[in-house]
């Protein structure tokens, strides 16, 4: 960091613009959505000719959007529910164990999140076929929950690094039953990991698209499905509305997230909060 | 004691690994079957699957075999199932899914022998060549999807063979998704190195600053995103409208639905899952050794060459592999923001299952495309330095 300053300084003036560059790359397709989406046009186009709210109470008078928005929220509070409890008691597990292979069975567990996803949403397709769970509510939560559990599995994992297994030992010694032990003294500390695997497993759902486009009929279409359709029909600017309320659910979800990774961190380190993060 | 660890720990693991195979392994099981499965003769054509069992295969088979054909063809039609074997040998080869449903019409018409009436009906009743196809087709799996998407096909004899020109475009469409997925992989490795590289070293309060700038696009949906993408681009959209208003263009310029649609939309979705490795990589690379190299006189331009990239290298691995397959197996950007020329795997797969129903053509490039994607995962761990789930203990 440190040393002869004005020698390097157009090199680093130049990594520090391309960097600007870059994050405003990175931002500003999400942001122009936002005066797009308070057009009080026709179409979306910059500059907007005036602002108003017409778009979003198209999408919430809408019988379609308001179904796909029920429906993402559903599917997304389940499939969470479900990837927590279950990613979570198998990490556990895995962290309990005493037996060989562990990383394989991980890695095993672990393949829906390297498997392309058109892969698995075709497979799916094929299989819920056989047992009648294509156009169902609950088939799309069950494919979701596949796509989503490794991620508990692995943040729960990880935050079960940190935690003492001598804890355990002394729980039992005074006489706390397994059940009590694990909501006592296991799952305190484990819960920034839960809270995060939860809440990306909420985010998985939310903006999943793939598999829906395959196990979904018009009744479960889900947000995503809903502006898939939608722009494959007609570019309104009901859909850039969508695409504003969907952006602030993610802010909400992205927030949530640092608020817990802040919690935990001020906990484990109080002197340097706030270090490692992503 | 130590079987009551176990036996809790097996209870803890089922239900998620119960999850997993019912609803990820069994699937693939029954996708891998799918590829190779071939149900329709046998299931439509039972009478006339037994009757060509025994036939040899030389000059025309017996009688039964063609008064069988003709009776359940009509059966079939009746029952208004006849669709799928329809369908089936049409995709084998084109024009008999006409033959069949002529042939099943004209049953109530026809008097034995068959033989000769079926002939009289169709000539093609009276080549060999049909007959064993129909033979061939009676068996429980057949290899055609998986040869047909690497573009070979099988004669009416069963031999394998190219493809005819039409309908060989499978291994294009293979090179091109590969294509594709190397560049937006090239494309986000090279953009996203200097941003991790300057955030590693920024103070951490601005370090932060620009972190939220990578996670912001990381959570928000990709469909989102190619759908801004999709609204920037259009011909009177934003992008056309700033460009024709600064002067630079004099008339709108084509964005979209073409392959510089797919790569700035791609790179765009994809650049956080290549920054965000990449920076944890950088963030944790010791300046010390950067101060050392100084203290021995390298010039900063060597410092970056000898020190920081050497040491940066498992990041840009991890970057690229996880860029790479995310890549290969796209779908969503390439569909809303790329012309046919620009389409991937993915498209047709989904093509296939929706739109025609042909499910073993897109079983089979499933198969295909998750073999490939397994492939460059295998490659990659042995190849690439430092490409693992890091950071766990076991």
């Not at chain 1, 993402?72 to 979570?88: H, Q």
């Not at chain 1, 047992?131 to 990880?158: D, E, K, M, Q, R």
């Not at chain 1, 809270?195 to 903006?207: E, H, V």
């Not at chain 2, 099988?154 to 020109?165: E, F, I, K, M, S």
């Amino acid at each position: 960091m440190s040393g002869r300053r004005g020698a390097r300084q157009p090199a680093r003036f130049l990594l520090a613009a391309t960097t600007i560059a870059i994050l405003a790359f990175l931002v500003a397709p999400i942001v122009v959505v936002l005066p797009l989406s308070l057009s009080s046009g026709e179409l979306l186009t910059l500059p907007v000719p005036g602002y108003s709210l017409r778009w979003y109470r198209d999408f919430f008078t809408s019988d379609q959007w308001l179904l796909a928005t029920r429906n993402s929220f559903v599917v997304g509070i389940a499939t969470a529910v479900v990837a927590t409890v279950l990613g979570t008691l198998g990490a556990l597990g895995v962290f309990l164990g005493r037996f060989r292979g562990k990383a394989l069975l991980v890695g095993l567990l672990s393949t829906p999140m390297v498997v392309p996803v058109v892969v698995t949403a075709a497979a799916v397709y094929f299989a819920f076929a056989l047992v009648g769970l294509n156009n169902t509510l609950t088939g799309l939560v069950l494919a979701h929950t596949v796509l989503s559990v490794p991620y508990v599995l692995i943040t729960v994992l990880a935050t079960l690094q940190t935690f003492d297994r001598n804890l355990l030992k002394a729980a039992a010694t005074l006489g706390a039953p397994p059940h009590v032990a694990f909501v006592r003294v296991v799952l305190p500390s484990i819960a920034p990991g839960v809270a995060t695997g939860a809440l990306f497993a909420f985010a998985t759902s939310f903006d999943e698209l793939i598999v829906a486009l395959f196990v979904a009929s018009p009744a479960q279409f889900t947000l995503p499905r809903q502006m898939f359709a939608g722009l494959r029909e007609f570019l309104s600017p009901t859909i850039a509305a969508a695409a504003v309320l969907l952006i602030g659910c993610s802010l909400v979800l992205l927030a949530l997230n640092e608020w817990v990774r802040a919690r935990a961190n001020a906990r484990t380190r109080p002197a340097t909060a706030s270090e490692d993060r992503a | 004691m130590a079987s009551r660890t176990h036996l809790a720990a097996a209870a803890l693991i089922a239900p998620v690994a119960l999850l997993v195979v019912a609803t990820f392994v069994v699937p693939l099981a029954v996708a891998l079957h799918t590829a190779i499965a071939n149900p329709e003769v046998r299931e439509t054509l039972p009478a006339t699957s037994a009757a060509l069992a025994g036939w040899d295969g030389a000059g025309l088979p017996p009688e039964a075999a063609y008064a069988a054909v003709s009776r359940e063809l009509a059966d079939a039609q009746e029952r208004q199932q006849i669709g799928p074997l329809a369908r089936r040998l049409n995709f084998e080869q084109t024009g008999l899914r006409a033959l069949l449903l002529k042939t099943a019409r004209a049953h109530a018409g026809l008097a034995p022998p068959y033989r000769d009436a079926l002939a009289a009906l169709d000539p093609r009743w009276a080549d060999p060549a049909l007959w064993r196809l129909l033979k061939r087709n009676a068996s429980a799996t057949t290899p055609l999807y998986l040869l047909r998407s690497v573009d070979l096909t099988l004669t009416p004899a069963g031999d394998v063979a190219r493809a005819p020109a039409d309908e060989a475009i499978f291994l294009r469409l293979f090179g091109r998704t590969f294509e594709i997925s190397l560049w937006v992989t090239l494309l986000c490795v090279l953009i996203a190195y200097p941003a991790a590289y300057t955030m590693a070293r920024l103070p951490q309060r601005w370090a932060n600053v620009a972190l939220t700038l990578v996670l912001v696009p990381f959570w928000t949906s990709i469909l989102v995103r190619t759908t801004a993408w999709f609204i920037l681009l259009q011909r009177e959209g934003p992008v056309n409208a700033l460009l024709l208003a600064l002067g630079v263009v004099e008339a709108p310029v084509a964005m979209i639905f073409n392959r510089f649609a797919v790569y700035v939309a791609m790179v765009h979705v994809l650049l956080p899952f290549a920054i965000l490795p990449l920076y944890s990589v950088m963030k944790g690379i010791d300046p010390a050794y950067a101060r050392a190299a100084a203290s021995l006189g390298a010039p900063p331009w060597r410092r970056f060459l000898r020190v920081t990239l050497p040491l940066s290298m498992p990041g840009v691995a991890a970057a690229a592999l996880m860029v790479f397959m995310l890549a290969v197996g796209f779908y969503i950007t390439p569909s809303l923001v790329g012309g046919p020329d620009d389409q991937m795997v993915s498209t047709f797969i989904a093509f296939y299952t929706n739109n025609t129903i042909n499910w073993g053509m897109s079983a089979a490039l499933a198969t295909l495309l998750l073999a490939a994607t397994a492939a460059i995962v295998v490659v990659a761990r042995y190849a690439l330095p430092g490409v693992s789930a890091k950071g766990i203990r076991l």
